[in-house]
DNA sequence: ATGGGGCAGCTTTTT
DNA sequence: GCTGCCCCAT
């Protein structure tokens, strides 16, 4: 074991050799953390462990098929369980889905199929949507059941209003998904977890089973697989855990950083080693890094260190907008290629929403450059795809109720919105699925003849195609093609914009299955085939070998690392994300996501900030981030854009120059009463700011005194109030319980008001109804207040 | 029942 | 700027 261990440095040393009992490895960025992994498990092999004995976790599939990469030079053709919490959870829930109420054949919902069933789920309980969105709703559910709270525990508890209409939702929802022989992504975890809770015997058997855990990214873990994490690790406690507290970025779903926190008291006996020398960065990323790292309150304190020499200085850029910034950005990558110095895939873009991904797009079309979007539009998200998988998820669960509802009149055959309806109430009252029902359809009250025929026919094809169900999976596929006449259906129904061929994709789904049959000669079922592709996202088709340029947010980012990386938007409200600064803990995750895409570079590093960005259609002023204030400014290089009046003239006209001039350049707090109202703690000190205002007001008209308005569509709207009585009425005096009189409908009660400017809508409940009304053109006369 | 057109809402991040 | 929904005309 020598040959293994001697190119370690002591402490990763300690890491390797150590095979039984707790351990804990704290990895700073680029600490060498996956080849301390690897060379462990290679070394615990070696000292006679059963590879079956050894199961790996991780949170991606890349992450996971990186590991058993590295871990094959090491030890070749070991089958050590390498892969996912959640593929792990759904192979032992295909063995003991009974325990649960499932069968063998459970389908695994994507979130788009569990939306579905939540909109299903929200109209079968009688909730309004008009307080909370089926989206809210979901995500409410989500987190309980990250907090492994069942209905009935949810019912129970104090509760914000949106989790007590989710509470009411839980129940119905979760009957619905048994009905269907279906779990969502959170199910899987949360299944196994009380499986492992309630079943010592099922507990005791895979304790043994995996008497060596392994979890990566452990800060990353949430309350779900916590309990799963330890419930197989009572009787043999050789718990191994990697992470870092400063790379805990999924806070947002559940992930509680407590778990790594306290892992030494949950743990006795633990061994704890701690990697901090770093091996991928310069001294001038990982100062950028530590200084702004160091700003988060709750935090273990931690040094990063190099030997690597001083590199190139940190470079903070501005650009006028985001297309400046996308052209800028290529143009300097194509640059460094010409220069011989890098090759295409040494460059990674960084940003924090896959929106804004857009632009570049274009930039690196436009230049010709090769590039790859990592977890962009899905393949398997494509109408077609989703068309034949319905079919082949019914023909393998035919409880699966959305696949049922997506394939009935997939191609069109005379199943309209009504008999669906039918179908799914009678489904519904008698707790049956849909399929069965469908077959009932003849019993069904309200049927049109004709449909009951339609549903007759689509029956008969359903059990025609399903007799193929064991046949190979290429086969199958192209016989439903065939039977349902699905070619006819796409080409009729294509919109000519966008896909120009959607055959070509339904071609590269077939390829798949081919390949899919070939690497499972034997057990190429499939269940197998179906969970495989509800299990793998669109983050785990990154591939560093072909020469492109790589665009990936933030969070995908993490466990990768470039030569050369550039992080865009670092501006306020995108990190910090708008959504993502109202509390600290959300704050200093955000701090800490852009800590994890600075530590990504190797070499070379660039943070960019545009002047102003288009948000959704409108262009949009843009205040820099304050975690630019964070860094070692002094150290950085900074490139400001070159601007004229000619420019902004252009873009802004003269209304917007004197009324909406961008505040981005106001120091917040000065002539802005709104700033910092709820959240004190996010000061922008003055430092980048001021540096970039100086610059700019000397080739931009300087900014006005009083508070620009942030919506200058607003200014000249009209209000309905304005019509009838000429009177000035705010539109923001339409709010939600605000009594109205409409000419038509008389008196009525503002239920909701929704949308932005022209717009801007409110939903009004009179005696004969609701009605919506634009504000901006209704004819809606103010009452008062109830 | 179907398909198109228009409209509302929204977009953080992922298994 | 895109998607999913609703309503309308066929």
């Known amino acids: 074991m020598d040959a293994l261990t001697k190119e370690l440095t002591p402490p990763q040393r300690d890491a390797v050799t150590h095979i039984d009992g707790p351990l804990l490895i704290l990895a700073g960025p680029g600490s060498g953390k996956t080849r301390v992994v690897t060379h462990r498990v290679a070394n615990m092999l070696g000292h006679g462990v059963s590879p079956f004995q050894i199961a790996a976790l991780t949170f991606t599939n890349k992450a996971a098929d990186e590991m058993r990469a590295r871990v094959d030079k090491l030890a070749p053709g070991q089958p050590v369980w390498m892969g996912t919490f959640h593929r792990f959870c759904a192979q032992r829930l295909r063995r003991y889905a009974s325990f649960v109420g499932l069968k063998e054949n459970y389908s695994i919902y994507d979130s788009s199929d569990s939306k579905q069933a939540m909109k299903r789920a929200i109209a079968a309980a009688g909730i309004s949507t008009t307080h909370c969105s089926p989206d809210q709703i979901a995500s409410s559910i989500s987190k309980a059941k990250n907090r492994l709270a069942t209905p009935e525990m949810m019912e129970g508890h104090a509760l914000s209003p949106q989790d007590a209409i989710a509470a009411k939702v839980y129940p119905v929802y979760q009957q619905q998904l048994l009905t269907a022989n279906a779990v969502d992504f959170d199910d899987l975890l949360l299944h196994i977890a009380r499986l492992l809770r309630e079943n010592p015997e099922v507990r005791g058997e895979l304790d043994s089973k995996y008497k060596y855990i392994m979890v990566d990214e452990y800060q990353d873990t949430n309350l779900a697989q916590y309990a799963i994490v330890r419930a197989l690790s009572i009787d043999h406690p050789n718990l191994a855990v990697t992470g870092d507290p400063d790379q805990s970025i999924y806070g947002w779903r559940g992930a509680d950083v407590n778990n790594i926190l306290d892992f030494e008291k949950d743990y006795p006996n633990v061994k704890t080693v701690r990697l901090e020398k770093n091996y991928r960065s310069t001294p001038n990323i990982l100062r950028a890094a530590d200084e702004l790292i160091r700003h988060n309150q709750k935090r273990k304190q931690k040094e990063l260190f190099t030997d690597i020499p001083e590199g190139d200085p940190v470079v903070l850029r501005m650009y006028e907008d985001g297309y400046k910034e996308a052209d800028g950005i290529v143009d300097d990558i194509a640059d460094k290629i010409a220069g011989g110095q890098y090759k295409a895939n040494d460059f990674a873009i960084f940003c924090r929403m896959n929106a804004l991904t857009r632009s570049l797009e274009h930039a690196f079309r436009s230049r010709a450059l090769p590039y790859q979007i990592v977890g962009g539009v899905e393949f398997y998200q494509r109408r077609e795809i989703k068309d034949l998988l319905a079919y082949l998820h019914l023909i393998n669960n035919p409880n699966h109720d959305v696949a049922f509802h997506r394939v009935i009149n997939t191609p069109t055959r005379g199943i309209g919105a009504k008999t669906i309806e039918r179908i799914r109430d009678h489904a519904d009252h008698h707790r049956i699925p849909m399929l069965e029902a469908a077959r009932h359809a003849q019993s069904i009250d309200g049927l049109a003849k004709r449909a009951k025929t339609m549903i007759?026919?689509?029956?008969?094809?359903?059990?025609?195609?399903?007799?193929?169900?064991?046949?190979?999976?290429?086969?199958?596929?192209?016989?439903?093609?065939?039977?349902?006449?699905?070619?006819?259906?796409?080409?009729?129904?294509?919109?000519?914009?966008?896909?120009?061929?959607?055959?070509?994709?339904?071609?590269?789904?077939?390829?798949?299955?081919?390949?899919?049959?070939?690497?499972?000669?034997?057990?190429?079922?499939?269940?197998?085939?179906?969970?495989?592709?509800?299990?793998?996202?669109?983050?785990?088709?990154?591939?560093?070998?072909?020469?492109?340029?790589?665009?990936?947010?933030?969070?995908?980012?993490?466990?990768?690392?470039?030569?050369?990386?550039?992080?865009?938007?670092?501006?306020?409200?995108?990190?910090?994300?708008?959504?993502?600064?109202?509390?600290?803990?959300?704050?200093?995750?955000?701090?800490?996501?852009?800590?994890?895409?600075?530590?990504?570079?190797?070499?070379?590093?660039?943070?960019?900030?545009?002047?102003?960005?288009?948000?959704?259609?409108?262009?949009?002023?843009?205040?820099?981030?304050?975690?630019?204030?964070?860094?070692?400014?002094?150290?950085?290089?900074?490139?400001?854009?070159?601007?004229?009046?000619?420019?902004?003239?252009?873009?802004?006209?003269?209304?917007?120059?004197?009324?909406?001039?961008?505040?981005?350049?106001?120091?917040?707090?000065?002539?802005?009463?709104?700033?910092?109202?709820?959240?004190?703690?996010?000061?922008?000190?003055?430092?980048?700011?001021?540096?970039?205002?100086?610059?700019?007001?000397q080739v931009a008209p300087p900014p006005p005194k009083a508070k620009p308005k942030p919506k200058p569509l607003l200014s000249g709207l009209k209000t309905g109030s304005d019509l009838l009585s000429g009177g000035v009425t705010p539109v923001t005096a339409y709010q939600e319980g605000v009594t109205v009189r409409h000419p038509d409908h008389g008196e009525g009660t503002i239920v909701n008001v929704t949308g932005r400017g022209p717009k801007r809508t409110a939903k009004v409940q009179f005696e004969d109804g609701e009605h919506s009304f634009r504000l901006a053109y209704a004819k809606l006369e103010l009452v008062g207040k109830m």
């Not at 708008?578 to 852009?594: A, G, I, N, P, V």
């Not at 002094?634 to 902004?648: C, M, N, W």
Request: proline share 5%; with cysteine.
């Open 456 to 697: 007759g026919k689509f029956i008969t094809i359903y059990d025609r195609i399903s007799k193929r169900a064991t046949s190979s999976l290429e086969d199958l596929i192209r016989y439903v093609v065939e039977e349902t006449a699905y070619e006819d259906y796409v080409e009729k129904t294509a919109t000519e914009q966008q896909d120009a061929n959607p055959m070509a994709n339904v071609d590269e789904f077939i390829t798949a299955t081919v390949e899919f049959d070939r690497q499972h000669p034997d057990d190429g079922s499939l269940d197998l085939f179906l969970e495989q592709v509800a299990l793998v996202a669109d983050t785990d088709k990154f591939d560093s070998e072909t020469e492109r340029v790589t665009l990936m947010t933030l969070h995908a980012a993490k466990g990768l690392e470039f030569p050369c990386v550039y992080i865009i938007g670092v501006e306020d409200d995108l990190i910090p994300h708008s959504r993502s600064k109202s509390t600290e803990s959300e704050f200093e995750e955000e701090r800490r996501l852009l800590f994890v895409g600075i530590t990504r570079a190797m070499q070379n590093l660039q943070l960019s900030v545009c002047k102003r960005r288009a948000v959704r259609g409108d262009i949009r002023p843009v205040i820099p981030s304050p975690f630019l204030n964070e860094l070692p400014l002094g150290e950085i290089k900074r490139i400001e854009a070159a601007t004229s009046y000619d420019y902004f003239d252009d873009e802004f006209g003269d209304e917007l120059n004197q009324d909406s001039y961008p505040e981005s350049w106001d120091l917040p707090g000065e002539n802005d009463p709104e700033s910092g109202s709820g959240d004190d703690d996010i000061v922008l000190e003055k430092s980048v700011v001021t540096s970039f205002v100086d610059d700019v007001s």
